[in-house]
């Protein structure tokens, strides 16, 4: 398959064994593929383990978008980066450790920026529950204490 | 319990600072077979400090560090802008050892009632102590904001030594430096962006400060020094000015006339925010008869121009020259203007995009009819008494309130200074105005009823909090009764700072607002009928407030004693507003308290206890 391969051209393999064929300017907007490439370990076959191929799917069409678009304008940009991070918590968590563990830095920054609006004025109770998943925290430890004591004064 | 405590110290160990140090991410050629899929939760600790780049607010800030002790660090290691709402609430140590990437710092000081001179003026709130430790652990500071501090020349020169990126220096109500500490900001600070002094006591030193700015082009975008007492050297300023093509926001003092005001206005037609200084002209050009400058021209020039200020000696002939101007204008401060209502009828008309005024009351109710006539987008007022005693005669009243709030339905904040005041205006304001986020109504004589019923403004401000969803500052007086602070106790859930002078008549009023204001984070009282029990009925909720002050109320030294005794994390002290050492028995002239993680502070003066 690869012998046919067009010049330039590259395929990401997922960790369930899919297959993408994508430019490698694409391809490299992940920092760990470009270092595979230009470190020549790879094949034109480039394994993405841990990343399944529903949300390589994603990664990809995200990174086509940013190669694309470089003329275009950056308020459309931002429109598709925004609603292209708008999933529901578990996708985006994928797509949080994927981007963080292949280093996409565009996609890794509008994901966390999503983190951050969800984030943004919620209480802390709010955002354990949302983030951390349970409600250990209800209790103070006197460990904490002191921290709370600290914040309030910073506010 | 036991359970909760085991995921704890899991937490624990997964907040391994391995988690948080810098190169977390796995470079290229990662073996495959090496990776585990992360929990859930690790998902976002290992781009935590990726997420908190885009958090800025502090309240999301504070929030954060809040959540688990692995966020807390992250938190700690992201911060650039720091805020400390009571410089004796942490020590400079353990705010360095905590936040190591500190950009940008605002640090407050004395209470507000410090600046009615009601407390000693060496009772404390030293800079000092702060840039000495910022100086040697913040190298990479760039912003400073300080309000109601106490600075030193000394203080200045280290910080102009210990900073080299330093860019904004903002002192509000601060005292203790003079214009020879402000010389060397000016001569050292080379990439100094803003120097704002804004109502501080600056010394005059007798040197030319403003030539110890270095020659060539400065980039410098805001220069506010009205509230500096000082002659200066007008020449060195009009250079200053002319190299300065960044500045923006010019704010003169009154030693600075209106000739030089026209000189430096047409070399910098680029601003948008301009304080006139005195606004009338020198003794030399007001008996000569050569001729005026074009001042219509000068401020038809200024296209930018949205604020305006300044007017300190204003001679009202002159304001024709800023018509042209009035129409772009969102914020204008006559607050130093005696102007009549005919002078400020003459400007207002123009202002139809007035976002914020300040104005005396020399314009009387029919002044703020105009004003209410024709701002529409007002967003804030305040009315300042040109005579602050108690038995003044007082322009402007319940007349001006009423037409104000038919006027300007978008109104968030007003301050209002009045003698005669009705419950019908307030409860008209209350539903006229119902985005009021501020609402302080000061009836200057003390005890005063609806000038009309000759009933307590109960009602009013009863109104105030029931109809204002939004209000989140409140200061109350007139003559009040226990009534008005239970409304305030019941309706004001979201006020944070509360005032109170000459007001209430037992206990039981304060017992009110300290069990329903939930989140009352500073409360000021004075000169009210509160004592020992009702400063008890607040023990739960001392700890989640910034500060309390109460002066000249009914407090005895046992009963704030007592507070100090069950609330060790609370500073309590009582304070000789003479200055004096406190000598009196068992009454308290001043109480001010406020949580701390330090206990009490070693540079109170004699005239300070601590309890």
Redesign the interface.
């Known amino acids: 398959m690869s012998s046919s391969l067009e010049k330039n051209m590259l395929i990401l393999r997922s960790s369930d064994g899919e297959e993408f064929i994508v430019p490698e300017v694409v391809a490299v907007m992940s920092k760990a593929i470009k270092n595979m490439v230009e470190d020549e370990c790879a094949s034109n076959t480039i394994p993405v383990p841990n990343v399944d191929a529903n949300i390589l799917a994603m990664v990809i069409e995200f990174c086509k978008k940013h190669d694309e678009s470089e003329a275009e304008a950056a308020s459309d940009l931002k429109t598709f980066d925004s609603e292209f991070v708008n999933r529901g918590q578990e996708a985006l968590y994928d797509l949080i450790t994927a981007a963080n563990f292949r280093d996409v830095k565009e996609l890794l920054d509008a994901l966390c920026q999503n983190v951050a609006e969800m984030i943004k004025g919620k209480s802390v109770h709010h955002i354990r529950i949302q983030f951390l998943g349970y409600q250990l925290f209800e209790i103070l430890t006197s460990n904490f204490i002191w921290n709370i004591w600290c914040d309030r004064d910073f506010d | ?1 036991a359970e ?2 085991t ?2 110290s899991e ?1 624990d160990e997964r907040a391994s600072p391995s988690d948080l140090g810098g190169d977390t ?6 073996v ?1 077979g090496e ?1 585990v ?2 929990f ?2 690790q ?2 600790e ?2 935590l400090e ?6 800025t ?13 692995s966020w ?1 660090r992250a938190e700690a290691l992201t911060r650039s802008e ?5 410089c004796y ?2 020590a400079p140590r ?1 705010v360095t050892e ?1 936040f190591r990437q500190v950009r940008a710092v605002t640090l407050k000081g004395k209470p507000r009632f410090a600046d009615f001179n009601l407390m000693p003026h060496n009772w404390g709130a030293h800079f000092a102590p702060w840039v000495t430790a910022m100086g040697y652990h913040y190298r990479a500071l760039e912003k400073l904001c300080l309000k109601r501090m106490s600075v030193k020349d000394e203080d200045l020169e280290l910080l102009a030594d210990s900073f080299p990126y330093f860019k904004e220096l903002v002192l509000v109500c601060c005292d203790g430096f003079g214009t020879s500490g402000l010389a060397v900001i000016a001569n050292k600070c080379r990439q100094l962006r803003v120097l704002d002094l804004i109502e501080d006591e600056v010394t005059d030193d007798e040197i030319d400060w403003i030539s110890c700015f270095p020659e060539g082009e400065t980039c410098l975008e805001s220069f506010i020094f009205d509230c500096v007492e000082c002659p200066i050297d007008f020449e060195a300023l009009e250079q200053l000015v002319a190299r300065s093509p960044s500045l923006k926001k010019l704010r003169l003092n009154r030693f600075v006339n209106i000739g030089q005001l026209y000189r430096l206005m047409i070399r910098a037609p680029q601003l948008t925010h301009l304080g006139t200084g005195s606004f009338s002209p020198s003794e030399i050009a007001a008996q000569g008869d050569h001729q005026e400058p074009d001042y219509v021209s000068a401020f038809a020039a200024c296209k930018s121009l949205v604020c305006l200020s300044g007017f300190r000696e204003i001679i009202p002939d002159y304001l024709p020259a800023i018509y042209p101007v009035c129409a772009n204008l969102t914020s204008l401060n006559f607050s130093y203007a005696n102007i009549n209502a005919e002078q400020l009828k003459s400007v207002i008309c123009h202002c139809l995009k007035l976002q914020i005024f300040w104005v005396l009351d020399s314009v009387c109710d029919e002044g703020l009819q105009a004003v209410a006539a024709t701002c529409k987008d007002l967003r804030e007022l305040r009315v300042f008494p040109i005579d602050a005693s108690e038995d003044s005669e007082g322009p402007v009243s319940d007349v001006g309130l009423r037409a104000i709030s038919e006027g300007c339905n978008k109104l968030q904040s007003i301050l209002y200074f009045c003698q005669r005041m009705t419950n019908a205006a307030v409860i008209a304001m209350s539903n006229n105005c119902p985005d009021l986020v501020v609402f302080r109504l000061c009836i200057m004589g003390r005890h005063r009823p609806d000038h009309i019923t000759e009933e307590p403004m109960d009602e009013g401000f009863g109104a105030i909090v029931k109809n204002c969803k939004k209000l989140t500052r409140l200061a109350v007086s007139g003559l009040l009764t226990d009534k008005a602070f239970s409304y305030i106790g019941e309706y004001g859930k979201l006020v944070r700072t509360l005032s109170v002078a000459f007001a209430g008549d037992s206990d039981t009023g304060l017992k009110y607002v300290l069990e329903g204001c939930s989140m009352l984070q500073k409360l000021e009282i004075r000169d009210s009928p509160f004592g020992d029990s009702a400063l008890h009925s607040g023990l739960h909720h001392y700890y ?1 407030m ?1 500060f309390l002050w109460m002066s000249s109320c009914r407090l005895t030294r046992q009963g704030c004693k007592e507070i100090a005794q069950q609330l060790p ?1 609370l500073v309590v002290e009582v304070i000789n507003g003479d200055g004096e050492v406190e000598v009196k028995d068992d009454c308290v002239d001043i109480l001010y308290m406020y ?3 330090e206990g009490p502070r070693s540079d109170a003066p004699i005239s300070v206890t601590i309890l």
């Open positions: 319990m909760d405590q995921l704890m937490d991410k796995p470079r290229g050629c990662a495959a990776y899929s992360p859930p939760d998902v976002l290992n781009v990726n997420v908190l780049l885009f958090l607010s502090r309240r999301d800030r504070n929030a954060v560090s809040l959540v688990c002790k807390y720091l805020f400390i709402g009571n609430a942490v353990r905590r989640n910034r994390r949580r701390s993680l």
